[in-house]
């Protein structure tokens, strides 16, 4: 049944495509102009974790020279999901299922002249609840295989793009609810109210050295998180990603740009909001190893630093670290008492077995991982203190 299923999904992107491919020729460089059997669709194996996710499929020309080839996505409004990650109806909220297609409509992020681009979107397809994207299949090396250097180069792309975008004008009226990180959070409350029970739970699998401690640091963060958001909100609104981490990032084969795929989530932010995903994201899915963290983060941060500093204020381009050590350690301060729920019960171990393959190295990459959070969750709540 479900291959049948996925048949006539494969079918209908085939059709859709075609019905549309007088317009689309017309947009996509080196696009053959005519729809003919050559004319081959896959679906793309992928994890959907966002709400909106509908559908991911390559469309490709067989015998093309060059190689041609784009990405079909759809959104929809799905369930299926985890909670965190569910998609609303509400055109306000971040978690608005078709703000992707809002975005690449008006081309919100990016600016080739900055080395930071989203994928081109060739056409917004709406029909009925739906949306299909028509998307380039951007060439060039995944973010996932990424050495330090071009973390860091992607980071001072992001930089000089941000800190031009403080000066765009950002009135629309999709941008104008609440802020994603504020909403991001809201939907972890349960996990950081309750950290330091949480923590205590028996989790064999988990090396807790150094991770019980955090649940009282984890918790009193997260009391401040409203003078987080404060002093998030003292500085120039960005243009954000709000999901920038590695899978969703290439390089140019000429490694002169960086390009962002998946705009589920774009929108307003401070500085130091994206570039303290990409980093802390690279060190808790082994990315880049543990023992490594603080080398990234420092290069990183040097690297945004430089980009930022081509617009904004030196007084800015610093407040943008300290924005920086506080959304990483608040952002990610809940995965601490949510590895220890998981790692609690033989159901969470074998789901991670599954998904993951070997449970033991999953949950010992992953204790080193949050021991530099814990390290992020120390210093945000002494920067606190600081700035009374």
Known sequence: MQERESDDALEAVRTRAAERWPELATRIPGAPRQWTRAFHASAITHR???GGTAGLWRITVQGANPPFSLIVKRIAPVGGVAARWQATRDPDDPFYWAREAIAYETEFFGDEAAGMRSAQCYLVDQREDEYDLYLEDVRGELGTGWGIARYVLAAEHLGRFQAAATRLTSDASWLGGTPFFEAYLAR??????RAEAIVCVPAPHLDSEGLRELGAPIRRLWENRDRVLAFCAELPSTRCHNDFWSPNLFSTQDADQTVAIDLAYAGLGAPGHDVANLVTDAVLDFFVPASEAQWLWDEVADGYSRGLSNGLSAGHVRAAKVVMTLTAALKFGW???????????PEGVARIAKTRGDADEFFRKRSAALRFVGKLVDSSLRVLDEIG
């Open 48 to 50: 959907a974790v966002a």
């Open 335 to 345: 995965l601490v008492p949510a590895t220890f729920q998981v790692a609690s019960t």
């Open 188 to 193: 972890r409350e349960e996990l950081y109210a």
